[in-house]
């Protein structure tokens, strides 16, 4: 599972390089292309951020007594 | 009208700030780091709001109008990849590294992991340096705005000294936790403002349809991102956001989180409100050359206000300008506040006082810092006048060629302190080079080719830090454990 996270930020990184939208015309869902792919790749990266959240630990667990709230702010 | 809104709006976050003073203990750690209690949704209203600053708000505007939607996909679509990873692998670290060693700043930081004086004070001015031009643009973005919402009725010089006296109060009482509450409102307040802005200037131009329909007309070319940037340009602009990783403000503000958990809330939602922010910033840009065809160079920073001022009501016109209000401060606190812990703890602290430095001295000095710095900004912005989008890129050119370094400290184990400080000779030496090579030049690259010179500043203080490392003795394994895990 790692090894697939990992490789999608890298397909991700390739993805952010529309080289066939560079010079379009055209518009989805009333923008123009280029802006409407970018926007939509914003977004999958939010689901692919949610896996890797879900699947991958943050590095670092917290040590011990790491985390404790001292009347923290709420959220 | 709109005076009184902005006005009110600016007590509003005066008051924010001051209340947040109530739950801070008044101690270094309280003031500097808010206790190291920010839980995840606070941390990701306070890291995004101190990202979103007057670039993101007018110069992506004034870039836009100048360069079309090719702007989003430059630094819209990258920031939102590079900085939620930037978050997963480094702000976890830098937060269970901080927790466990107890520091307040990088300097520290990187003193204690390479055992380097030398590093400490070089890195202390050379991030001090880069700062500064970033601060510049959030007050001079204040004065732009403020002008230009009352049509001209206010100074420039008002508007900016009326961001930097609000931002100076709030900070100076509440510290690390009122930039957070502060931030936390007014990331909510811009980016609300924001989508509500766009939606009442496009139905002014009869919808979105009928609004870029009068671009295609006029300026087509800049509804193709091929106006914007060529291919190796786009490639190499993903190197910018990489800045994040060095900002002294994104540190602190790491090293304020509750628990690694925190984390999660910004890493997942980071993303979104990038295109939140952007797109009405991008749109809105390119709308204006609509009504006002004929900007020059800087005088699109004012292009967003504009619009606002010629197509809403007033009193929307007064929200939304405190919506622009709200971006602006939410970058300028924590620079400031950055730049103060900063000196306070690896200044006065360290040299001055021998780390003798009661916690009340502490944060005095803490307070007084914060003043000066801002009252210099606030000077240095009455005979500025540059491009916004400009002046940031030159800034986050400097942080983004330093990553490196924050890279090596975390995960290379043989790096030294001697290939740290060759890193940084390179990023300071070839931005030099490169401010010079551009100057004037608003599209410049090297030797032409679309690469931008970030891109060559990062591979080479990359290839400066593994040389010298690689010449120089190597750390102390018992060091190296307790920091590379």
């Not at chain 2, 670039?55 to 819209?76: D, K, W």
């Not at chain 2, 340009?233 to 790491?254: A, D, H, N, R």
């Amino acid at each position: 599972m790692r090894a697939l996270l990992y490789s999608g930020l890298v397909v991700l990184y390739l993805l952010h390089n529309d080289w066939w939208l560079w010079n379009r015309d055209g518009r989805v869902f009333g923008l123009p292309v280029g802006l409407a792919y970018h926007v939509a790749y914003s977004l999958l990266i939010v689901v692919w951020m949610a896996l890797m959240v879900r699947f991958l630990s943050p590095a670092g667990e917290p040590a011990a007594g790491a985390g404790e709230s001292h009347g923290g702010d709420d959220g | 009208m709109t005076l009184a809104i902005i006005v009110i709006y600016l007590l509003v976050v005066l008051v924010v700030g001051l209340l947040s003073h109530r739950l801070s203990s008044n101690s270094g750690e309280g003031f500097f780091v808010a206790d190291r209690s920010i839980g995840p949704f606070v941390l990701l209203m306070t890291l995004f709001g101190t990202n979103m600053s007057s670039f993101a708000i007018l110069g992506a505007s004034a870039q836009a109008y100048h360069l079309g939607i090719g702007v989003f996909s430059l630094m819209a679509s990258s920031t939102a990849l590079v900085v939620p990873v930037l978050i997963f692998f480094i702000g976890t670290r830098v937060w269970e590294l901080g927790k466990r060693h107890g520091f307040l700043t990088q300097i520290q930081y990187f003193r204690e992991r390479w055992q380097s004086e030398a590093l400490a004070v070089v890195l202390f001015v050379v991030l001090v340096a880069l700062l500064i031009p970033y601060l510049l643009i959030g007050v001079m973005g204040g004065g732009i705005t403020l002008h230009q919402i009352t049509g001209g009725q206010v100074p420039e010089w008002v508007g900016s000294l009326a961001v930097s006296a609000v931002v100076v109060v709030y900070v100076c009482v509440g510290g690390m936790r009122g930039t957070a509450w502060v931030n936390t409102l007014q990331t909510l307040v811009f980016m609300t403002l924001g989508a509500v802005t766009m939606i009442v200037v496009l139905r002014s131009f009869g919808g979105l349809g009928a609004a870029l329909d009068l671009v295609a007309e006029r300026r087509p070319e800049l509804l193709r991102e091929s106006a914007a940037f060529r291919p190796l340009q786009l490639l190499s602009y993903t190197f910018i956001p990489l800045c994040v990783g060095m900002f002294p403000q994104v540190f602190g503000q790491w090293l304020s989180a509750r628990s690694v958990a925190a984390f999660r809330v910004p890493v997942i939602f980071y993303p979104l409100c990038v295109v939140l922010v952007w797109m009405p910033s991008v749109v809105l840009g390119v709308l204006g050359n609509i009504d006002f065809p004929d900007l020059v160079g800087p005088q699109a920073n004012s292009v967003l206000i504009q619009l606002i001022a010629e197509r809403t009501p007033q009193m929307l016109a007064g929200l939304l300008g405190a919506g622009v209000f709200a971006a602006i401060m939410s970058s300028l606190d924590s620079q400031a506040l950055s730049l103060s812990t900063m000196f306070t703890q690896d200044i006065m602290r360290r040299y001055v006082f021998g780390q003798q430095m009661s916690q009340a001295r502490q944060v005095l000095s803490g307070r007084l810092f914060v003043a000066a710095v801002l009252a210099v900004t606030f000077g240095l912005s009455l005979i500025l006048k540059r491009s916004i989008f400009g002046l940031a890129m030159w800034s986050l050119t400097g942080f983004a060629g330093l990553l490196p370094v924050l890279l090596a400290a975390l995960f290379w184990r043989r790096s030294t302190a001697v290939g740290a400080i060759a890193a940084v000779a390179t990023v300071v030496s070839l931005w030099l080079y490169f401010f010079w090579r551009g100057w004037g030049n608003p599209g410049y690259s090297v030797l032409d080719s679309g690469v931008m010179s970030v891109t060559v500043i990062f591979a080479a203080s990359s290839l400066a830090l593994v040389v010298g490392s690689l010449l120089s003795r190597p750390p102390e394994r018992e060091i190296v454990e307790t920091f590379v895990s």
